[in-house]
């Protein structure tokens, strides 16, 4: 396990991107082309960009379900590389919220969020009293024995936030998780996602097609072609 | 969790897991049967053999007792043997009727403890032996044969007049002949017998008793009853073939499991990778489509021990399977029974497993 040497003005750095280049289908396909990024703890990162960017492959090199090609990803200060046990930084350091709320249907909601805790082998009383933490801030405290076929997009979304947020991650990767729902709906889960993060502290990078969406966050990075094309400044 | 998470896709799959289940359950059931039958019908070949005494002497390195030829002079010295108490000579043969091709024939004495000891239904043992031609019949040989009291029967190329017709719980002396020994022995040109039967007059003598018959007779071998029944390489062939057919049909049931798993592993690939964002490890994947494989095996094997039970007291019940299914079910078999259709489960989901723990989550949610 390798680690930056991060020197005190970059204490904060939680996700760093370096010279990150991936490529699908034996290289036929370059998806990213020497990407540098870095987030600080604690932000809201919007990675906007047009479909087929690379903004998910991105999410899914910071959150270790793949690994680059060239150059390396480091979250927290340590590489993410073979060495590194990608099952414990998967349960305790990651949240994944995607567009397709990747529920699983025939469970209920409270059994659907519950998946992390009982990975993680978190004390079941302890994960209760988590999830009913999360439900209530979420609005979703009466649905708890609803299977997910009875719940509408939004709510399911919102399960799936309650979910990724089961294990206090430090970071939340959301893959345009308000993509599949209609305007009202996503304004709402958008304003959820963003106050439940910076309530719990934690550094949000999401991926978005939605500019009105990517604005509200405190920095908005723009993608095209694989590469970082136009970072903007840090909004607040 | 993992019990509901087991359950859930056994569920969703409903008919899949039934038909898996059933795989199994029908394995077990024949394995059962099969294993239980053979052993019982062991069991009664054993106790026609032995009847009460406690040793077996017969021809040393013979395949089948039906080849076992022992003198007439040994059979009437060993019997003479001060720590002898009892021994019965006796003469196995094969004989057949018009409608019966295989009807066991026992050469034996008017002494002979079978007879002594069975429930006579008609006639009288002190009719037994007075006239050349006489048989007596086991009541099943009897309803086959048509046969009542004072009829006349052609057995193989012989007629005999039947003196008595006796009920035993054995199937083999149920649907058997029983001949003087003297007359079976003109009928199979025979001089001597198949085995003695030996009751000696106290157990303690027995390793003396085969040490004696060792020296005395080297051509002949004494064997206990529980020995002879674990060294008789008839036994054994049939034991060897119980496990293999019944092996056969758990085989089978694995590969309905494993058919089942891999179908199920297959349509949940997305599900898996879910499963693997949220921190689900490769031993707790696995675990999940084990104890998938692990609950079908169980149910199937409990399932499976029902029908062969059911199956097992069905066949005792009809007539003509008379005294030859023992249904007196032997809990080890039973254990074996089960953890062998466990492992087979267990087996069969092991690929499905490995495929399972491979499953990439990136790939599998990439296409939404």
């Known amino acids: 396990m390798s680690s930056f040497s991060n020197s005190p003005a970059e204490k904060r750095v939680v996700i760093r991107a370096e010279g990150v280049w991936k490529s699908y289908d034996a290289g036929s396909i370059s998806v990213l082309k020497g990407v540098d990024f870095e987030a600080q703890a604690g932000q809201a990162v919007a990675l906007a960009g047009p479909s087929g960017c690379g903004k998910s492959t991105l999410l899914h090199l910071v959150g270790g379900l793949d690994t680059p090609d060239h150059g390396r990803v480091a979250v927290n200060g340590v590489v993410l590389n073979r060495h590194r046990d990608m099952v414990q930084f998967l349960r305790h350091e990651i949240g994944f919220v995607f567009q397709l709320h990747n529920l699983i249907p025939d469970l209920t909601l409270e059994e659907n969020c519950l998946l992390p805790a009982q990975a993680a082998g978190v004390d079941p009383r302890v994960a209760r009293e988590r999830l009913n933490e999360l439900t209530l801030r979420t609005g979703l405290q009466g649905r708890l024995k609803h299977r997910i076929q009875k719940l509408s997009g939004g709510e399911r979304q919102r399960t799936a936030l309650c979910r990724a947020l089961m294990n206090r991650p430090r970071i939340l990767l959301a893959d345009e998780p308000t993509g599949s729902l209609d305007e009202q709906t996503a304004a709402i889960v958008f304003d959820l996602l963003l106050n439940l993060a910076r309530g719990e502290g934690v550094t949000l990078l999401m991926a978005t097609h939605d500019l009105a969406l990517a604005r509200a966050c405190d920095r908005v990075v723009t993608m095209h072609d694989g590469r970082i094309h136009e970072p903007q400044p840090v909004l607040s | ?227 002879f029944s674990r060294t008789y390489s008839q036994f054994k062939i049939l034991k060897a073939t119980a496990w293999a057919v019944g092996g056969c049909g758990l085989a089978l049931g694995g590969l309905g499991v494993a058919n089942t798993m891999i179908m199920s592993v297959f349509t949940r690939i997305r599900e898996i990778a879910i499963l693997r964002v949220n921190g689900f490890s490769n031993m707790q994947i696995a675990a999940t489509i084990l104890g998938e494989s692990a609950v079908i095996a169980i149910a199937g094997a409990a399932a499976g021990l029902a029908i062969g039970t059911a199956a097992l007291y069905g066949l005792k019940a009809v007539p003509a399977l008379h005294g030859y299914v023992d249904v007196s079910l032997q809990p080890l078999l039973m254990l074996i029974v089960v953890v062998l259709a466990l492992i087979t489960g267990v087996l069969g989901a092991l690929y499905p497993a490995g495929y399972a723990v491979r499953v990439r989550a990136v790939e599998a949610l990439r296409f939404e």
């Open chain 2, 1 to 227: 969790m993992y019990l509901r998470l087991i359950f859930t896709n056994l569920r969703r799959h409903r008919i899949r897991s039934f038909i898996s289940l059933a795989g199994i359950a029908l394995s077990v059931a024949a394995m059962l049967t099969v294993v239980t039958i053979l052993q019982g019908a062991i069991g009664m070949f054993s106790g026609i053999l032995s009847s009460g005494a406690e040793l077996i002497v017969f021809e040393r390195n013979v395949s089948d007792l039906f080849f076992s030829d022992v003198p007439k002079s040994a059979a009437a010295q060993i019997a003479g043997w001060p720590v002898v108490a009892h021994a019965d000579p006796v003469l196995f043969g094969v004989v057949s009727s018009s409608d019966h091709p295989i009807i066991t024939c026992f050469g034996i004495t008017p002494e002979d403890s079978r007879l002594l000891k069975a429930t006579w239904v008609a006639g009288n043992v002190a009719d037994f032996g007075q006239h050349k031609d006489d048989v007596v019949l086991g009541q099943r040989a009897a309803e086959f044969l048509s046969a009542s009291l004072g009829t006349q029967v052609p057995i193989g190329h012989g007629i005999f007049r039947v003196v008595g017709i006796v009920k035993t719980a054995n199937g083999f002396e149920d649907g058997g002949v029983f001949m003087p020994l003297a007359e079976s022995q003109t009928f199979f040109h025979k001089e001597g017998s198949s085995v003695i039967t030996i009751r000696l007059r106290s157990k303690d003598e027995i390793a003396a008793f085969k040490q004696q018959v060792r020296v005395a007779y080297p051509n002949l071998i004494a064997l206990e009853d529980a020995e």
